[in-house]
């Protein structure tokens, strides 16, 4: 496996990837991570592997997408438990930037995909989106992967990439990934590890709350209000849960469900979106439904 850490070096990894192989059709396929990699991302190394010539991962915590007051700084990092991660899923290539390696300069130019990103985590955490769509697009121009992998744990993530590469016509094909979660329904994600024994118990209402909402959706009638205020009483059940947002979406244009006529809802889906804190561990989950 070989590990690069500036943009000339990746370019070159990759060149000579293919021609190694006497493979210059070879497709790349890309898995950009933040690091501090669990199971979640190995699901989607496999799957990067499974179907390309080359699997590559990149992790780089970009400092474009947290907020002044978000956990940039004490982000989890294990570059070396990471790397045996890639290796045990049969990575050839990882990028592993420095901040320096990607932001030479101050940013002076950003993307930024309107509307999908109004609302959710766009709201809670203004600016992010513009920072996760600007370093997937530099990502992008700089390896220029085939297909890219990404995790329906940031639903609304896949949602912005997918707008952002059709709206620009970036030549790569995005594969949403289903949500890896632990035995006991709790959705995988480097920031578990920030929370308490008592707070990992208590996170349990996420996922019991999407999974209970199947049958309040089924039941509801179209009254998706109510459906909302179910889902927030059960996680109130949890003393230590502090409800960020409880919504209910269309999806991929992530626009609130309840104001929606029903025509423009049917054939469409249905995300269920949750971000709840625990202490000071900020968590999302979300089950996707068809109607
Ligand atoms: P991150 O390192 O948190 O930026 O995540 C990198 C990629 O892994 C993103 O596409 C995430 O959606 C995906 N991911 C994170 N957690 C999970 C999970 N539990 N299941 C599936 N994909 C995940």
């Not at 496996?1 to 021609?19: D, G, N, S, W, Y």
């Not at 029903?262 to 999302?284: D, K, N, P, Q, Y």
């Amino acid at each position: 496996m070989q590990i690069a850490r500036t943009v000339p070096e990746v370019r070159a990894a990759i060149q000579e990837l293919k021609k190694r192989r006497g493979d210059e059709e070879a497709t790349v396929g890309f898995v950009p991570t933040m690091g501090y990699l669990h199971e979640g991302h190995a699901s989607l190394l496999r799957k990067a592997r499974s179907e390309n010539g080359i699997a590559m991962l990149s992790i780089f915590v970009n400092p474009l997408q947290f907020g002044p007051n978000e956990d940039f700084s004490r982000y989890p990092r294990d570059e070396e438990r990471d790397l045996q991660v890639a290796r045990d899923n049969g990575v050839d290539l990882v990028f592993l930037p420095d901040v320096s390696a990607m932001y030479p300069k101050t940013v002076k130019t950003k993307v930024a995909v309107a509307e999908v990103t109004d609302l959710l985590c766009g709201a809670s955490r203004p600016g992010h989106f513009d920072g996760v769509s600007t370093v997937v697009t530099k990502l992008f121009n700089i390896i220029q992967p085939d297909r890219a992998y990404f995790g329906m744990k940031d639903a609304q993530q896949v949602a912005v990439i997918e707008r952002m590469t059709e709206d620009l016509n970036v030549p790569v094909q995005i594969v949403p990934c289903p949500i890896v979660r632990e035995s006991d329904g709790l959705a995988l994600s480097s920031r578990n590890v920030y929370l308490s024994g008592e707070e990992r118990r208590q996170a349990l209402v996420l996922s019991q709350s999407l999974q209970l909402a199947e049958g309040w959706l089924a039941e509801c009638g179209g009254d998706y209000r109510s459906v909302k205020a179910l889902i927030e009483a059960h996680i109130r059940t949890s003393p230590l849960a502090d409800i960020d947002y409880v919504e209910i979406m269309d999806y991929p244009s992530i626009r609130p469900a309840y104001d929606l006529p029903s025509t423009e809802l049917e054939g469409t889906r249905l995300l269920i979106a949750l971000a709840v804190r625990f202490g000071r561990t900020r968590l999302i989950d979300n089950r996707l439904f068809q109607i």
